[in-house]
């Protein structure tokens, strides 16, 4: 029993926390009854439990938790902090409670998660319970699903939310337990109670069995809709009011208001989005552009399936939508039609919104095709179109729509009229604008005309819904014209219309009609005059008066606002009038003359510059009368002021000439319409002349009558401008006495008083006095209109002169300015004129407050500053305010970034010590002072907080706070305290002194307004506490106040917000409103200060007629349109503290221009830098979207708030896309003044303006991208560089734009990325472009890579990141693009590069596939012809760039073409042909640096190549002549004009048309054919060469492939190709110039040829194929023997390697090296034999013996050991010495081998080892021959007896004899005659001494002459260069460095190539390359024209590498220094154009 006394003794809660269950239990109960006694909810008792309450359901003891259960419950009903504990409890309650057995337990635990949810903590609950409901003990589910059961149906749908539970519903019934399935059943039922048929679709996947059960229940639940029984906390008064209504038996109001209260739910949320983009077939789009209708309606179903989808994910349906689109518009069958339409009605539906962007596009085309009769698709056109239309507005369609309407035919017109009908049916009169209506009204007024019925009909419908929408008076003035019948028609239509919104809609405007919303006119309909009899009775009293107290407000509309204040304004038509200026173009004199002499006498014009005085007198006479006589509209003014400024014009003499003059001017800007471009021509000579005596006052007349034509404002600044800029004293004088007198006459509005003032001072500080008086004079005439203020801006001048000045005001003083006289009749209605002048004083006085001259004092408020004032220690504190003061009171005006200075300020103002507070408050009043207007930014941080100060306890520190709250309203209008909940948050505060300050407050403010912000509303139920506050002065005032608040929200309103007060309540606040109603002031009523306006009480004499009746004027009071321009009276001069000027309307009109004074943006020390840092260190979002989401814009909108002016904000975030123009077009003026706050900002600009991207609408796209353009011309002027930050979080979604369909967006993006590369490096650009070219969007990734190609081609290679190699790779994938532009785009882009880069391009971009590289090839082959754009561009780029330009510039410039002259040759050397003048002859060597010289630049014309005869060059190919042999004379003129008309006709041999082709190879054969010309064909074998083979390639892919083409036309040209080669082939010095690339891609060109099956079908295939033979055998025999077996070598080294080969090839290639080792013993002194053993070293390294042995075919090793068992025959030991250009012999086996054959041969004989080799040499051809010798033998005989084979035949005959000495050939000469016999001995004769003869050329000469490299035989066989041909001997070993040196000088490929070898051996190891180039070969002429260049690019990094030149070209050089030569010419060539 110890124990237990011991936990007695105990306090509760540690009682409660005891081990002993007991002792648990007590606790428990003692808790509960003390949780049952505390009263009040606050207590500090509570939170001793808070840690505790957890432990109360989660106890181990059944018994005790039940104890524990029932505490916790009583806890949560009544303890304030029982929220804190929701998470916890809850989830305790789910695990430990659920599952006990007891149920009482688990009611428990039901109800304590009810009564969370009704103490508002709702969210957190259901939160616990989903998460219950995937446990795994199914009790704890069902308990769980019981719960949200009960929740939903006692709190109803608003405050559950269904969603989730919804989410998990399918799930649970799938679940194996059956009280699971059964509880889900019920909550399913539940939930159709609230939502009713929106739960179908997302339970459609549930079994069928399940779903027929719910159908069941779901019928018998009662039709009515529910009601919650249980309320939150804050909805406990409803109940209250529910439960009166009921018991009083009224149901009317409480039904309407209920019915409000359960939320519509949309089953759409509550569907899971699908992605289907994916899951289109793949070959969809090519199937849907297929010619066969099935296919296409395949295609077509597969997507209707797919778009059944209820609800579908986001993403970039462009193609789609544009596929759909096309079939609507195009296809034949209208079957596949209407399945489109389906198919985007389904895409529409489950897109909604996200649809919006495409509609554009679809509309038209669905408008256009209504054409169609057939029913059905008529029918799914509507459904389409109607489904397009929810997803966008009518606005965005509205054009598209309205150009469909003057359609020819009627059934489009039908259809378009009713979808218009059907539109408007489901707008409201606000979304129905008039702007909108108008277009609409305009087109279906011709339709009711239209001579089709049905046309008129549907007319008639769509007019009688619109009426039916926006109401007759919106309507009517539209329907002018409309005839009674017709008018009928219509109103009998618009009965008939039921609108989508039902009676909502009508309800809405009724309620509209008479509820007097605060800036909502209320329009006077006859409704409106019934239901507002009662409330209006008392208005019209104090109405009448209202007028007479303040001219210039509400009555200045012109007419009643109409319905929803749509109506036009008085504001509107004056500010129209006023813009509504003339524009006419400067027309030029002659046309002048023209229009002059139309309209005066010939006479007069003649004599205008007479030198006669009286002459021009007479003149000028005759041209005033004709002036007076003109019609307004006929009479040509700038025509008329043009011919009197004709000379002398204003230089006149004669004073009575001049005088006319200047009448006449006058005459033509009054009777005239007389433009400000007339103006400008006049203007200068009056001013010349006002301070004339004799002619100034004409001058001055002329002056004012352009004032009045062209607006005082514009004629004041020019005139002012134009007499301070010149020296005349007196004319200045007169120009300040003329405006003076102007500014009088026409009154101050809108003039520029800061271009004013500077002219002023000027004026002031002249030494002429009269000048001085002048200017003091206009001060005094503008403080009439200004006010004191204006004094401010001379308080600097000298005091003598100060002294006049304030002199002149004083005069002024009490005087008011006199009533304007001018400018008005063109510019306002009679109406309004009296309003009008009675504003314009307010103008002046509020638009000096922007021109105060501001200083920037936030760098004077230090951080040091700050922390002075927030000191512990109050004397430093009162430090740091007296410095601020000092600060403020120093720089008089100041600007409203002040720095950290508001959050120091703020704490001051509670601070402990009350001296202090005060202090703080006369700082924050002068801060007002001096901040003017714009220390409304600082109202929400700075000015609340004053608010709460009201609260004091001591009186004299109220008062202050009261003087500046006042002082600060005074600056800012009232609008900013009112709006927000702030000003609602401090009146709920239980402090009476703050309550009844506040209140008294806004009993003095209240009245002045003309309308409030509607969070007015907000503090209506503060207000209402505050009449029952205990304090006595609380009531009072909250009962002064109360009218004030009626008056501008309505008797309805606040009786409504009585509803939430207790019954007892209630019934006292409603009988004060009744009292309140009856003293209830009209709202514009202005206090009596405003009589001091001028034109007192003349208005509305005038006006009340205009507003007719009196409940119009009262809607016209309602919301008052005063003129913008007045907007900004923000109450500052001393005659402006009009009610008005503080407070304008909430509506946008004012809102506007309000408080639009200050900068835009304020700039925020660090802002920029602590945001970068803020989104690093991850604690804001980083900028990273598909689609914005909400949290990104309200993240976006707090970073703004603190440096964006509030207003501005405002715009940008507004939901209505117009107000986001106005932000634009404010950010676009403010861009140059702000620069600063532009720049801070400019992180926050930039991601606004991406949010604008996502935004549908066009407008506001082109808006932000104009802006966006001038913003990066600012940005790139002030050499300002983006950030990282800046730029990712920008530049992706400025890319996403560049795929827009809207050409001009395109372009402007274009233009913006352009600009980009200004302020930010291209380099870094170029992966975000990459990046967009990955877009779905084809138009996107097209744009992208051209965009690609031109940083490329303005930056060079240095751009492409991360390297040059991988970005090609990822450009080259687009060339197989199923899109023809990207495909276009991607090529365009490579052959840019190819430009800059040369053929480096081909290693970069990778293996492609053929058809790929096929269509590279051929683009590079169309732009070769074009010179290449070098990138110059780089060289004048933006120093950021400067590093990489520099590096790639010198690179680039290495080659040694020093001399050349500049631009030229900076162009040359970009486009690297470096000079190889050596290796061209001299006769074919152009004088360029001479054609170049002559005029020293090649920019522009080039005069002195005429003596250069080029015209005659290019004769032959602009006209290319029938006649082919027309050519040849050209071929005479063996000088410079050759090499390029070769180079020309060369390049056309590659040309994709046939003909073309054909006839370049026609001229080339005739050239060959004839000895003494062929050899003009030197040096362009190699060009000659690629062209052919890639003629081959283009007609072996393409034409072959082209059904359309002749066949018989490829043959022709095979057989001219094929000539021409065999041609070449007979003369050995130009054969032997082919290189070993060239000879390379030439064999496989010829091989694929015999083997292309495709050749061997045709009539005349065989023949070719035979040709094709000959060649081979020729090639081979007359190539240079080193070139040609190297590159047969590489040829079978790629066919081995490539898989696709066939062994067809490999076996033809290894034929021709057969071939060659025969020829072997007759040329092996000529061999380069160093290079072969290098390719054969190669050869082995890549194919080792064992990997050769693995071939299918055993031909490849026998080939090889024949060769080198031949080689090693032919030079015995010596062989060993060749293995110099091999540097890492270990790598092969070659060495090993070769040793192994020369031991074989040492141990046999010579003779034998002779006979050996022989046999070696020939076994193989034996073995393959033996079988097949007859069958060899017969075919020889065959060619030999067909006539055009007979060579050939002979030639294969001599061969087969030498090869097979003893073969017989007996038997098939026996059977012929004896004639053939001879003739085949005779044939064999021929050959052998042909043979015999050209064998004797001398060894030496072997290889080509051309080249000028002996081989010398010495024993070593070592090569000597040019000057080194003594033949000293070498050996390898002592010599290798030496010969290495040679190697690079000379080359053995005998190339003069400074170092590098070609790309296939860059490396210094060999073999690699050579495998990995069998692309790179592929081109490699084309290569190794570039390589030359690239050699000299390296060639001083690399002069002392060596590398092999295992495949190098034998001439390269030579032909790239004549296509230099080539590009040269066609460069003067075009500059001569």
């Known amino acids: 029993m110890g124990d237990d006394s011991e936990w007695v003794k105990l306090p509760v809660d540690q009682k409660c926390e005891h081990k002993l269950w007991k002792a648990r239990l007590s606790g428990y109960e003692e808790a509960l009854k003390i949780f049952q006694k505390i009263k009040d909810e606050k207590s500090p008792e509570w939170s001793k439990f808070l840690g505790l309450i957890k432990k109360f359901v989660t106890d181990s003891n059944a018994v005790v938790q039940l104890k524990g259960l029932e505490a916790a419950l009583v806890y949560v009903e009544n303890a304030h902090v029982a929220g804190k504990t929701t998470g916890e409890v809850v989830s305790g309650v789910v695990s430990k409670v659920f599952n006990q057995p007891k149920a009482k337990a688990k009611e428990l635990g039901i109800e304590i998660c009810l009564m969370y949810i009704e103490i508002e903590k709702g969210e957190a609950v259901q939160e616990e319970l989903l ?30 939310l269904l969603k989730p539970i919804i989410k998990v519903l399918p799930k649970l019934f799938e679940s194996r337990e059956k009280a699971v399935r059964d509880e889900a059943k019920l909550i399913a039922v539940e939930i159709y109670r609230w939502i009713r048929d929106a739960l179908r679709p997302p339970l459609q996947s549930i079994n069928s069995v399940q779903l027929k059960e719910l159908e069941e229940e779901w019928v018998k639940l009662p039709t009515g ?37 359960v939320p519509q739910i949309d089953a759409y949320e509550l569907l899971e989005a699908v992605e289907i983009l994916s899951k289109l077939p793949k070959d969809f789009y090519d199937k849907i552009e297929a010619k066969k209708w099935q296919e296409r309606k395949e295609a077509l179903e597969a997507v209707e399936v797919l778009v059944k989808n209820p609800k579908l994910e986001a993403g970039d349906y462009a193609d789609l939508v544009k596929a759909l689109k096309k079939v609507v518009g195009k296809d034949t069958n209208v079957m596949l039609v209407a399945l489109a339409a389906k198919c985007l009605t389904g895409l529409a539906v489950g897109l909604r919104k996200k649809f919006g962007q495409y509609a554009g596009h679809v509309v038209p085309t669905i408008l256009e095709k209504f054409k169609e009769k057939k029913p059905q698709v008529v029918q799914a056109l509507q459904e389409a179109i109607d489904a397009i239309f929810l997803t966008t507005t009518l606005q965005n369609i509205s054009e598209d729509v309205l150009a469909v309407m003057d359609n020819k035919n009627p059934t489009i017109k039908q259809q378009t009229s009713l979808f218009i009908a059907r539109s408007f049916r489901h707008c409201t009169a606000s979304t129905l604008p008039k702007s909108l209506l108008k277009p609409f009204c305009a087109a279906l007024l011709k339709h009711i005309n239209d001579s089709a019925p049905d046309v008129r009909d549907a007319a008639f419908e769509a007019l009688g819904t619109a009426l039916k929408v926006v109401g007759e008076k919106a309507v009517n003035p539209f329907l002018a014209d409309v005839d009674k019948l017709k008018l009928d028609k219509i109103k009998e239509c618009s009965e008939k219309v039921e609108l989508v919104h039902g009676k909502k809609a009508g309800l809405a405007a009724d309620k509209k009609e008479f509820k007097p919303v605060p800036g909502r006119a209320a329009a006077s309909g006859a409704t409106g005059d019934k239901d507002t009899k009662d409330i209006s ?18 009555p200045k509309k012109g007419k009643p606002a109409a319905l929803g204040g749509t109506g036009s304004t008085g504001t509107k038509s004056k500010k129209g009038l006023e813009t509504k200026e003339i524009v006419e173009p400067e027309l030029s004199i002659e046309v002048c003359e023209e229009k002059a002499s139309a309209v005066l006498p010939a006479t007069c014009i003649q004599l205008l510059d007479s030198s006669n005085w009286k002459e021009r007198l007479a003149c000028m006479e005759e041209f005033q009368k004709a002036v007076e006589l003109m019609d307004r509209t006929e009479m040509p003014c700038q025509a008329l002021v043009r011919m009197l400024a004709k000379k002398p014009g204003w230089k006149e003499t004669n004073f009575q000439v001049m005088q006319m003059k200047l009448h006449i001017v006058a005459l033509i800007a009054q009777k005239g319409n007389f433009s400000k471009t007339s103006a400008q021509i006049v203007l200068d000579g009056l001013v010349d002349k006002i301070g004339d005596v004799k002619c100034g006052n004409n001058a001055k007349e002329a002056m004012t009558a352009i004032a009045e034509a062209c607006m005082l404002p514009w004629t004041a600044e020019q005139v002012m401008s134009m007499a301070f800029s010149q020296k005349n004293p007196k004319n200045q004088s007169e120009t300040l006495n003329w405006l003076s007198n102007a500014i009088k006459e026409f009154g101050f509005s809108g003039l520029n008083v800061k271009a004013f003032i500077s002219n002023v001072k000027t004026a002031l500080a002249a030494t002429n006095p009269a000048v001085r008086t002048s200017a003091i004079t206009l001060l005094g005439v503008m403080y009439l209109y200004v006010g004191p203020s204006l004094r401010m801006f001379f308080e600097d001048e000298k005091p003598a002169l100060l002294s006049q000045i304030d002199a002149e005001f004083e005069k002024m003083q009490g005087q008011n300015p006199p009533a304007p006289t001018r400018g008005i009749s063109k510019h306002s209605t009679s109406g309004t004129e009296e309003g009008e002048d009675g504003d314009e004083p307010d103008d002046g006085g509020n638009d000096v407050v922007d021109l105060l001259p501001r200083t920037e004092i936030s760098d004077k408020i230090t951080s040091e500053l700050a922390s002075k004032i927030g000191d512990k220690n109050w004397k430093i504190r009162k430090e740091g305010l007296d410095e601020v003061a000092g600060i403020i009171n120093e720089a008089k005006f100041i ?39 714009n220390i409304k930014q600082h109202v929400k941080n700075l000015g609340i907080p004053i608010i709460t100060v009201l609260g004091d306890s001591k009186n004299n520190v109220r008062a202050a706070a009261l003087a500046t709250v006042n002082a600060w309203a005074e600056q800012t209008g009232m609008k900013e305290w009112l709006e927000g909940e702030d000003l609602s948050e401090e009146l709920k505060k239980e402090n009476p002194f703050l309550r009844q300050e506040l209140l008294g407050w806004l009993a003095e403010k209240l009245p002045t307004l003309r309308s409030t912000p509607t969070d007015l509303i907000l503090c209506v139920p503060h207000l209402y506490s505050c009449l029952e506050d205990r304090n006595g002065d609380v009531r009072k005032k909250a009962q002064d106040a109360l009218p004030f608040f009626m008056m501008h929200l309505g008797y309805e309103k606040m009786a409504k917000a009585t509803g939430k007060l207790k019954p007892t309540s209630k019934d006292q606040v409603l009988a004060m409103l009744e009292k309140a109603k009856a003293n209830m002031p009209a709202k514009p009523a202005a206090p009596a200060k405003a009589t001091s306006k001028p034109v007192g009480g003349s208005a509305p004499a005038k006006f009340q007629p205009a507003s007719a009746p009196v409940e119009d004027s009262v809607s016209g009071t309602v919301e008052p349109k005063p003129d913008p321009k007045k907007a900004k009276a923000l109450g500052v001069s001393s005659k402006a503290k009009t009610a008005q000027g503080k407070k304008v309307p909430s509506k946008t009109s004012l809102k506007e221009d309000e408080d639009k004074s200050g900068p835009i943006f304020i700039v925020v020390p660090n802002g920029k830098e602590q945001r970068m840092k803020d989104e690093k260190g991850l604690k804001v979002l980083k900028w990273n979207f598909t689609t914005p989401r909400d949290e990104y814009i309200e993240q ?27 932000a634009l077009a404010v950010m676009v003026d403010h861009l140059e003044s702000e620069k600063e706050g532009v720049i801070g900002c400019l992180d926050l600009i930039l991601k606004w303006l991406t949010l604008r991207f996502f935004d549908t609408n066009t407008s506001v796209l082109m808006k932000a991208l104009e802006y966006l353009k001038l913003l990066f011309t600012l940005l790139s002027e002030e050499e300002y560089h983006l950030t990282e930050n800046e730029a990712s979080s920008f530049i992706p979604y400025l890319i996403l734009k560049v795929g827009e369909p809207k050409d001009v967006i395109r372009k402007d993006v274009r233009a913006i990325l352009n600009r980009m590369c200004l302020v930010y490096p291209a380099s870094k650009m170029f992966p975000f472009i990459m990046e967009g070219t990955k877009s779905k969007n084809s138009k996107q990734r097209a744009e992208c890579l051209e965009e690609l190609g031109c940083l490329v081609e303005s930056y060079g290679m240095n751009v492409c990141q991360p390297t040059p190699g991988k970005a090609l790779k990822e450009i080259a994938i687009h060339i197989g693009d199923r899109d023809n532009a990207v495909r276009n785009a991607a090529l365009n882009t490579i052959v840019t590069v190819y430009n ?34 070098a990138p110059v561009k780089q060289v004048e780029e933006k120093p950021q760039r400067a590093q990489s330009i520099s590096s790639n510039t010198n690179m680039l410039r290495k080659g040694p073409a020093e001399d050349m002259s500049s631009r030229l040759n900076q162009a040359r050397s970009m486009s690297g042909h470096p000079e190889a003048a050596q290796m061209v002859r001299r006769e074919f060597q152009l004088d360029l640096d001479e054609i170049e010289n002559d005029n020293g630049t090649v920019r522009c014309e080039m005069p002195e190549l005429v003596q250069h005869k080029l015209d005659d060059i290019f004769e032959p190919v602009l006209i290319p002549e029938p006649k082919i042999r027309a050519v040849s004379p050209h071929f005479d003129d063996m000088h410079s004009n050759t090499a390029s008309t070769i180079n020309f006709i060369i390049s056309q041999v590659a040309s994709g048309d046939i003909n073309t082709s054909i006839q370049a190879l026609t001229q080339i054969d005739e050239v060959l054919r004839q000895e003494d010309k062929a050899e003009a064909m030197s040096g362009h074998i190699d060009q000659f060469l690629i062209a052919t083979f890639m003629q081959l390639r283009l007609i072996y892919n393409t034409h072959m492939a082209d059904e359309k083409l002749e066949k018989d036309e490829i043959i022709k040209l095979y057989s001219c190709i094929i000539g021409n080669m065999i041609s070449l082939f007979q003369i050995e010095s130009l054969a032997r110039e082919a290189s070993t690339g060239v000879l390379k891609d030439l064999m496989h060109g010829l091989i694929t040829l015999m083997l292309d099956s495709r050749i061997e079908d045709l009539e005349e295939g065989q023949q070719v194929i035979r040709s094709v033979n000959l060649l081979v055998v020729k090639v081979l025999e007359k190539s240079d023997q080193t070139n040609i077996l190297s590159a047969l070598l590489v040829l079978l080294q790629d066919s081995l390697l490539a898989t696709a080969s066939s062994p067809k090839f490999s076996e033809l290639v290894m034929k021709c090296l057969w071939r060659m080792v025969r020829l072997l013993p007759d040329t092996i002194n000529s061999i380069n034999l160093d290079r072969i053993l290098l390719d054969i070293h190669i050869f082995m390294k890549v194919f080792p013996k064992e990997k050769l042995k693995q071939c299918k075919s055993e031909f490849p090793i026998r080939t090889l050991k024949t060769l080198l068992h031949t080689l090693c025959k032919l030079k015995g030991p010596k062989i060993l010495d060749h293995l110099t250009m091999i540097d890492n012999k270990n790598e092969s086996e070659l060495e090993a081998h070769l040793c192994r054959m020369m031991k074989h041969s040492m141990d046999q004989t010579g003779s034998k080892s002779d006979k050996e080799t022989e046999k070696g040499a020939s076994r193989i051809d034996e073995k393959s021959s033996k079988a097949k010798v007859n069958d060899f033998l017969a075919e020889i005989f065959k060619k030999i007896g067909s006539k055009e084979n007979t060579k050939e035949g002979l030639a294969e005959l001599y061969e087969y004899k030498k090869k097979y000495s003893d073969a017989d050939i007996e038997p098939f000469l026996k059977n012929s005659s004896q004639f053939f016999q001879s003739y085949v001995e005779r044939g064999l004769r021929v050959i052998e001494m042909e043979r015999e003869g050209k064998g004797r050329i001398p060894i030496s000469t072997g290889i080509s002459p051309q080249m000028e490299v002996t081989c010398v035989p010495t024993p070593t066989s070592t090569v000597s260069s040019i000057g080194n041909t003594n033949g000293e001997e070498v050996g390898p070993s002592v010599y290798l460095e030496r010969l290495k040196i040679l190697r690079q000088r000379c080359g053995l490929d005998n190339t003069k190539q400074d170092d590098r070898p070609p790309l296939t051996s860059l490396l210094s190891k060999p073999a690699v390359p050579t495998v990995a180039s069998s692309t790179d070969m592929l081109h490699s002429k084309l290569s190794q ?29 030579s032909t790239a220094n004549i296509d230099d030569l080539k590009k040269r010419l066609e460069r003067i060539k075009s500059s001569r154009k």
């Open 537 to 554: 009775a008392p208005k019209p009293g104090p109405l009448k008066k209202a007028p007479a107290t303040k001219p210039g407000g509400p």
């Open 895 to 933: 600007q409203p970034n002040i720095g950290e200075l508001p959050t120091a300020l703020k704490g001051r103002l509670n601070d402990s010590n009350k001296i202090l507070v005060q202090q703080t408050l006369n700082i924050l009043q002068q801060l007002a002072v001096a901040m003017g207007p």
């Open 1396 to 1429: 800059v880069h040369g053929d480096q391009v081909f290693k970069l971009i990778g293996t492609l596939s053929e058809k790929d590289m096929s269509m590279l090839e051929e683009r590079i082959k169309r732009s070769a012809k074009r010179p290449s754009a």
């Open 225 to 261: 809709a529910p009601k919650p029984s249980r309320f939150l906390r804050s909805q406990q008064e409803l109940e209250a009011k529910l439960e009166q209504q009921q018991s009083a038996g009224g149901d009317t109001e409480g039904g309407g208001d209920d019915g409000d209260e």
């Open 1196 to 1222: 976006l909108k707090t970073q703004m708030s603190s440096c964006v002016a509030k207003w501005l904000q405002d715009e940008m975030f507004h939901s209505d896309f117009q107000h986001h123009n106005k």
């Open 131 to 160: 998460k219950g409901l995937d446990n795994k003990n199914p009790k704890i589910i069902v308990a769980c699903i019981e719960t949200l059961r009960k929740a939903l149906s006692e709190f109803g749908s608003k405050i559950i």
């Open 1985 to 2013: 024209l570039r390589e030359s260049r690239e050699q000299h690019q390296h060639s001083d990094l690399d002069s002392n590498q060596t590398h092999s030149s295992g495949t190098m070209t034998t001439s390269s050089s």
